[in-house]
Protein backbone atom coordinates (compact mmCIF):
# COMPACT_ATOMS: atom_id res chain seq x y z
CA UNK A 1 0.00 0.00 0.00
CA UNK A 2 1.29 3.37 -0.82
CA UNK A 3 2.28 5.75 2.03
CA UNK A 4 0.60 8.97 1.30
CA UNK A 5 1.75 11.72 3.47
CA UNK A 6 -0.77 14.59 4.74
CA UNK A 7 0.06 17.81 2.95
CA UNK A 8 -0.69 19.73 6.02
CA UNK A 9 1.94 19.15 8.01
CA UNK A 10 4.35 20.00 6.11
CA UNK A 11 3.01 23.79 6.00
CA UNK A 12 2.85 24.10 9.13
CA UNK A 13 6.08 22.87 9.58
CA UNK A 14 7.55 24.97 7.55
CA UNK A 15 5.78 28.31 9.11
CA UNK A 16 7.34 27.27 12.22
CA UNK A 17 10.44 26.95 10.80
CA UNK A 18 10.24 30.39 9.05
CA UNK A 19 8.91 31.89 12.07
CA UNK A 20 11.80 30.46 14.20
CA UNK A 21 14.65 31.55 11.76
CA UNK A 22 12.84 35.13 11.58
CA UNK A 23 13.10 35.43 15.20
CA UNK A 24 16.70 34.24 15.50
CA UNK A 25 17.80 36.75 12.76
CA UNK A 26 16.03 39.84 14.56
CA UNK A 27 17.72 38.54 18.08
CA UNK A 28 21.50 38.60 15.86
CA UNK A 29 20.61 42.25 14.79
CA UNK A 30 19.96 43.30 18.23
CA UNK A 31 22.51 41.14 20.41
CA UNK A 32 19.33 39.43 21.98
CA UNK A 33 20.00 36.06 22.42
CA UNK A 34 17.17 33.47 22.95
CA UNK A 35 16.99 29.97 24.67
CA UNK A 36 14.37 27.66 22.70
CA UNK A 37 11.59 28.08 25.00
CA UNK A 38 11.91 31.93 24.33
CA UNK A 39 11.54 31.21 21.02
CA UNK A 40 9.22 29.14 21.05
CA UNK A 41 6.78 31.02 23.11
CA UNK A 42 7.54 34.48 20.75
CA UNK A 43 6.79 32.08 17.26
CA UNK A 44 3.86 31.15 18.85
CA UNK A 45 2.52 34.93 19.75
CA UNK A 46 3.65 35.31 15.95
CA UNK A 47 1.66 32.55 14.92
CA UNK A 48 -1.18 33.97 16.96
CA UNK A 49 -1.93 37.03 14.97
CA UNK A 50 -4.27 39.61 16.25
CA UNK A 51 -5.75 37.01 18.53
CA UNK A 52 -4.37 38.47 21.86
CA UNK A 53 -5.28 41.64 20.96
CA UNK A 54 -8.60 42.08 22.40
CA UNK A 55 -9.32 44.13 25.57
CA UNK A 56 -9.14 42.61 28.90
CA UNK A 57 -8.45 43.51 32.76
CA UNK A 58 -5.22 43.20 33.24
CA UNK A 59 -3.90 42.15 36.99
CA UNK A 60 -3.87 44.70 39.39
CA UNK A 61 -5.80 47.24 37.09
CA UNK A 62 -7.13 50.25 39.59
CA UNK A 63 -10.36 50.75 36.58
CA UNK A 64 -12.41 48.60 36.10
CA UNK A 65 -14.96 48.26 32.34
CA UNK A 66 -17.50 51.00 32.37
CA UNK A 67 -16.01 52.75 34.89
CA UNK A 68 -15.90 56.87 33.95
CA UNK A 69 -12.24 57.93 34.36
CA UNK A 70 -10.59 61.56 33.98
CA UNK A 71 -7.52 62.27 32.05
CA UNK A 72 -4.41 63.70 34.38
CA UNK A 73 -0.60 64.81 34.00
CA UNK A 74 1.43 67.72 33.46
CA UNK A 75 1.25 68.64 30.17
CA UNK A 76 -2.49 69.74 28.68
CA UNK A 77 -2.81 67.18 26.21
CA UNK A 78 -2.84 63.22 26.80
CA UNK A 79 -1.65 61.25 24.24
CA UNK A 80 -3.80 58.38 23.14
CA UNK A 81 -2.05 55.16 20.99
CA UNK A 82 -3.87 52.80 18.75
CA UNK A 83 -2.05 50.08 20.65
CA UNK A 84 -0.52 49.44 24.63
CA UNK A 85 3.36 50.22 23.71
CA UNK A 86 3.09 52.16 20.93
CA UNK A 87 5.73 55.38 20.49
CA UNK A 88 3.65 57.63 17.99
CA UNK A 89 -0.10 58.72 19.15
CA UNK A 90 -3.13 58.92 16.97
CA UNK A 91 -4.83 61.53 18.74
CA UNK A 92 -4.91 63.59 21.57
CA UNK A 93 -7.09 64.05 24.45
CA UNK A 94 -7.34 67.44 26.80
CA UNK A 95 -6.21 67.20 30.52
CA UNK A 96 -9.53 67.31 32.91
CA UNK A 97 -11.55 65.17 29.97
CA UNK A 98 -13.53 62.79 30.87
CA UNK A 99 -13.30 58.75 29.23
CA UNK A 100 -15.08 55.61 29.65
CA UNK A 101 -12.75 52.08 30.23
CA UNK A 102 -13.18 49.19 27.72
CA UNK A 103 -10.72 47.47 29.15
CA UNK A 104 -7.06 47.08 30.25
CA UNK A 105 -3.98 45.13 29.42
CA UNK A 106 -0.73 45.23 31.25
CA UNK A 107 1.94 45.72 28.81
CA UNK A 108 6.16 45.39 30.45
CA UNK A 109 4.68 45.84 34.31
CA UNK A 110 2.84 48.89 33.14
CA UNK A 111 -1.24 48.51 33.10
CA UNK A 112 -2.70 50.12 29.87
CA UNK A 113 -6.32 51.38 29.48
CA UNK A 114 -8.58 51.48 26.26
CA UNK A 115 -10.87 54.30 26.77
CA UNK A 116 -13.58 55.90 24.57
CA UNK A 117 -13.57 59.91 24.67
CA UNK A 118 -14.49 62.66 22.67
CA UNK A 119 -10.69 62.77 21.15
CA UNK A 120 -11.64 58.99 20.20
CA UNK A 121 -10.59 55.47 21.35
CA UNK A 122 -7.30 54.50 22.29
CA UNK A 123 -5.13 52.85 24.76
CA UNK A 124 -3.29 55.17 27.89
CA UNK A 125 -0.90 54.28 30.83
CA UNK A 126 -3.15 54.15 33.99
CA UNK A 127 -0.79 57.30 35.36
CA UNK A 128 -2.73 59.21 32.91
CA UNK A 129 -5.71 58.76 34.50
CA UNK A 130 -7.62 59.43 37.56
CA UNK A 131 -10.94 58.25 39.16
CA UNK A 132 -14.16 60.42 39.05
CA UNK A 133 -16.20 59.03 41.97
CA UNK A 134 -16.55 55.82 43.35
CA UNK A 135 -15.53 52.74 42.12
CA UNK A 136 -17.75 49.68 41.16
CA UNK A 137 -16.18 47.39 42.65
CA UNK A 138 -16.58 49.16 45.95
CA UNK A 139 -20.06 48.96 46.39
CA UNK A 140 -22.63 46.11 46.58
CA UNK A 141 -21.82 43.23 43.61
CA UNK A 142 -24.24 41.43 41.53
CA UNK A 143 -26.22 38.58 42.92
CA UNK A 144 -26.11 40.04 46.17
CA UNK A 145 -29.19 41.31 48.57
CA UNK A 146 -30.09 44.82 49.17
CA UNK A 147 -32.99 46.90 50.49
CA UNK A 148 -34.54 49.73 48.81
CA UNK A 149 -34.26 53.44 50.38
CA UNK A 150 -35.00 56.96 50.04
CA UNK A 151 -37.16 59.86 50.62
CA UNK A 152 -40.30 58.71 49.15
CA UNK A 153 -42.49 55.73 49.56
CA UNK A 154 -42.26 54.39 46.34
CA UNK A 155 -38.96 54.05 44.82
CA UNK A 156 -38.46 54.85 41.04
CA UNK A 157 -36.86 52.11 38.91
CA UNK A 158 -35.35 53.91 35.34
CA UNK A 159 -34.87 52.25 31.87
CA UNK A 160 -31.19 52.84 32.06
CA UNK A 161 -28.67 54.31 34.13
CA UNK A 162 -29.11 57.91 34.71
CA UNK A 163 -32.35 57.27 32.59
CA UNK A 164 -35.11 59.66 32.20
CA UNK A 165 -38.17 57.08 32.05
CA UNK A 166 -39.74 54.94 34.93
CA UNK A 167 -40.61 51.66 33.99
CA UNK A 168 -41.81 50.63 37.51
CA UNK A 169 -42.35 51.25 41.19
CA UNK A 170 -41.09 49.43 44.33
CA UNK A 171 -41.82 50.37 47.86
CA UNK A 172 -39.22 51.72 50.09
CA UNK A 173 -38.19 48.66 52.42
CA UNK A 174 -38.14 46.35 49.70
CA UNK A 175 -35.72 43.13 49.36
CA UNK A 176 -34.25 43.03 45.76
CA UNK A 177 -31.43 41.58 43.57
CA UNK A 178 -28.96 42.97 42.13
CA UNK A 179 -28.29 42.29 38.94
CA UNK A 180 -25.51 44.54 37.80
CA UNK A 181 -23.83 47.51 38.10
CA UNK A 182 -22.06 50.49 36.57
CA UNK A 183 -20.50 53.78 37.43
CA UNK A 184 -21.96 56.91 35.35
CA UNK A 185 -20.57 60.35 35.25
CA UNK A 186 -19.10 59.64 39.17
CA UNK A 187 -22.33 57.68 40.03
CA UNK A 188 -22.90 53.98 40.39
CA UNK A 189 -25.72 52.97 39.25
CA UNK A 190 -27.75 48.86 39.80
CA UNK A 191 -29.74 47.24 37.73
CA UNK A 192 -32.18 45.28 40.28
CA UNK A 193 -34.79 42.70 40.37
CA UNK A 194 -37.49 43.75 42.29
CA UNK A 195 -40.89 42.00 42.55
CA UNK A 196 -42.85 44.75 40.45
CA UNK A 197 -39.89 44.09 38.07
CA UNK A 198 -36.71 44.96 36.68
CA UNK A 199 -34.83 48.30 36.51
CA UNK A 200 -32.00 50.80 37.35
CA UNK A 201 -31.56 52.80 40.52
CA UNK A 202 -28.95 55.33 41.74
CA UNK A 203 -26.69 53.85 44.62
CA UNK A 204 -28.46 56.60 47.08
CA UNK A 205 -31.80 54.06 47.12
CA UNK A 206 -29.67 51.54 47.47
CA UNK A 207 -28.93 49.74 51.63
CA UNK A 208 -27.15 46.60 52.25
CA UNK A 209 -28.87 46.99 55.67
CA UNK A 210 -32.73 45.96 56.12
CA UNK A 211 -34.93 48.52 57.36
Known amino acids: MANHRDPVKPSIALRWVL ?55 TEFLIPLRKEPGDVSPFSFAGRGDQATVLGSREVEGEVWYLVKSAAGEGWVPAKFLKSTGPSAAEGPQP ?8 KGFLINLMDGPGGKRIIANQERGAAVTILEVVELE ?26
Open 19 to 73: ALLLLASIACQTGEILTPEEATARAQQAQGGEAGSAPSTARGAEFQVNETVEFTG
Open 186 to 211: GKLWYRIDAPTGQGWVPADNISTEAP
Open 143 to 150: GETVYLTG
